[in-house]
């Protein structure tokens, strides 16, 4: 079987002892190909150099909305500059997080800077990952009014079935995580089982959110298909077939053939 881990942070430096392993351990578990995504400026360079260092790994650069004390005038530039690598398949991530951000002019900030992002997506015509916590009125409004024509996936999606449809509807995948293995998963099962197979993405999100059961531990790419399994089991598929339609998905939204 052949899976993606459409989603994590191998820059992080809980990997810094055990990063070629962790890398291999995926492939032995048949995650292929990762993307590795930036949350400022420097992770965002970071995980680019990472990504010309290991052939099925990629990278998405932005800033995160808990980052943007990063952005200032010179930073589209720098992203721009940076997404011209042939290994960067996205921008990203990039969005708004109202969970940690309870000041209202800071949410603002964060609304202009995610606009801001976007554009840069459409000037490098690269797809858009994208972070939403607690803001999930104002994400679909912004999508809706400044993400004509742009791709992406929501990750790590947190919010409800009504504004998955809406997301689908706009062409707008969803990305799974860790959580929907977690005995708390409230409604992501059934948003899951609703999910058309061409709008779904598997993720990890390490070294965060390690599905069961290695809940509670560092998350790795392996453990995506522990994620697969749990699709699997919730839509009544097989797994080889949830590995398939998810591989696909990733392989259209983003760019990332091994040479
Ligand atoms: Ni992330």
Not at 107 to 132: D, G, M, S, W, Y
Not at 137 to 165: Q, T, W
Not at 189 to 202: F, G, R, S
Not at 206 to 229: C, H, I, Q, T, W
Request: charged share 30%.
């Amino acid at each position: 079987m052949d899976f993606v881990d459409t989603h994590c942070h191998l820059n992080d430096e809980k990997f810094s002892a055990d990063l070629i392993e962790t890398f291999e351990r995926a492939k032995s578990a048949g995650v292929n190909r990762i993307i590795n995504f930036g949350d400022t400026l420097k992770s965002s360079a970071a995980v680019v150099e990472l990504a010309e260092k290991f052939s099925g790994m990629f990278a998405g650069v932005g800033i995160h909305p808990e980052e943007i004390s990063d952005f200032d005038k010179n930073s589209a530039e720098k992203i721009i500059a940076l997404a011209k690598n042939k290994k960067v398949v996205a921008i990203g991530e990039i969005g708004l997080d109202y969970y940690w951000e309870k000041d209202s002019e800071k949410r603002l900030q964060q609304q202009k800077i995610f606009i801001e992002q976007l554009e840069i997506a459409r000037t490098v015509n690269l797809p858009v990952c994208i972070h939403e916590r607690e803001a999930h009125g104002d994400a679909l409004k912004i999508l809706k009014a400044e993400a004509k024509n742009l791709r992406g996936v929501m990750h790590c999606y947190s919010g409800s079935l009504e504004m998955a449809k809406e997301l689908w509807k706009m062409g707008w995948l969803i990305g799974v995580d860790g959580p929907l293995t977690f005995k708390n998963s409230a409604k992501l099962p059934e948003i899951v089982k609703a999910a058309p197979q061409d709008m779904i993405l598997i993720e990890t999100d390490s070294p965060y959110l390690a599905p069961v059961p290695n809940r509670g531990k560092r998350n790795e790419p392996a453990f995506v298909v522990d994620v697969a399994k749990k699709i699997a089991e919730i839509r009544n598929e097989t797994l080889e077939n949830v590995a398939q339609y998810t591989t696909k998905n990733a392989e259209n939204l983003y760019n990332i053939k091994v040479e």
